[in-house]
């Protein structure tokens, strides 16, 4: 294994290769879907896209029932059985196409990118600092900029699936929805992890404070105001437009308005400058306190990106 460049005209992107002349991203040829009715254009090996790939299925193990959405002859289940890893004297069970558990697979290596000497223990050849650069999403239909090692962007390696454990439908990355792999945690972990979360968010409060904490009161006054000012649907929560956990966010009713739980979420703690555009402009049109710290948080990135 070596370090290569693309070939391809205008990438000029670093890559790890066995010998191939282009990256992941152009090594294969730009197609049309060949089904039916669709006209997605997408790089694969594939003539047929992922989405009509994925239909109803029955797993082909033998004595497995399991039906399923998706492009594999076999579920979840069976692709990644569970197993004991082969490692003398490791008692480690976990799930997987391996044999050996992670602890076991990962070395101490020296980066293979060149100029970089970091050291780190792990199963790629390049660290994460070189395997992570600032890049534009593969899908053709995507147009995000975004840091990673991935050629998709969060949001198109989502697809619709069937949770593995209630059935339910979904979109997301995993084989199971939010509440199924929560409850598949030991309840002692679920506690802990909830206990540190908590006290985190309240020390983050408390250290935000800039006149007193905000009563529960205003909280209740802030939510009924209006509707989410994100996306306009119901408001059921308060979000801090400020993020407190990253960016030196106050608490203060100056820094709340109404949104929902699915915006309140997806934003996190990202800045109004890195979450979706279009739920931003909304929200500069629809609340004046947003639109305020909107155009703080633009000068701020004009200044950092002058200096």
């Not at 697979?105 to 660290?127: F, M, Q, S, V």
Request: net charge positive; with cysteine; glycine share 6%.
């Amino acid at each position: 294994m070596r370090t290569a460049t693309c070939k391809e005209p205008g990438c000029g992107r670093v890559f790890t290769s066995a010998g191939g002349r282009y990256c992941s991203r152009h090594r294969y040829p730009e197609r049309e879907c060949m089904a039916d009715g669709c006209a997605h254009r997408f790089r694969a090996s594939n003539r047929i896209c992922s989405a009509c790939r994925e239909v109803f299925r029955e797993c082909a193990s033998d004595g497995c029932d399991t039906v399923y959405k998706g492009n594999a002859r076999n579920c979840r289940a069976c692709l990644t059985p569970e197993r004991t890893c082969v490692a003398p004297g490791c008692p480690t069970v976990f799930r997987g196409t391996t044999r050996l558990c992670w602890e076991h697979r990962a070395i101490d290596r020296t980066c293979a990118a060149e100029d970089c000497e970091n050291t780190y223990r792990g199963t790629t050849l390049l660290c994460l600092s070189c395997r992570t650069v600032e890049q534009e999403c593969s899908n053709e239909d995507c147009t995000t900029v975004y840091w990673s090692d991935r050629s998709l962007c969060n949001d198109c390696r989502m697809s619709d699936r069937i949770c593995a454990d209630c059935e339910r439908e979904f979109r997301g990355r995993t084989t199971r929805c939010g509440p199924c792999w929560w409850a598949q945690i030991p309840a002692d972990v679920r506690a802990a992890i909830s206990r540190a979360s908590g006290n985190a968010y309240r020390a983050r409060k408390l250290a935000a404070q800039v006149a007193g904490p905000v009563p529960a009161a205003e909280y209740e006054r802030i939510r009924a105001e209006a509707p989410c000012v994100y996306c306009g649907g119901a408001a059921t929560e308060v979000d801090h437009i400020r993020p407190l956990a990253t960016h030196d966010g106050w608490e203060h009713a100056s820094n709340l308005v109404p949104a929902c739980r699915t915006c309140n979420a997806s934003k996190g703690d990202r800045l109004l400058t890195e979450w979706d555009q279009v739920r931003v402009f909304r929200a500069v049109r629809a609340s004046e306190k947003v639109a305020v710290e909107y155009e703080c948080q633009r000068q701020e990135l004009v200044g950092v990106s002058d200096a």
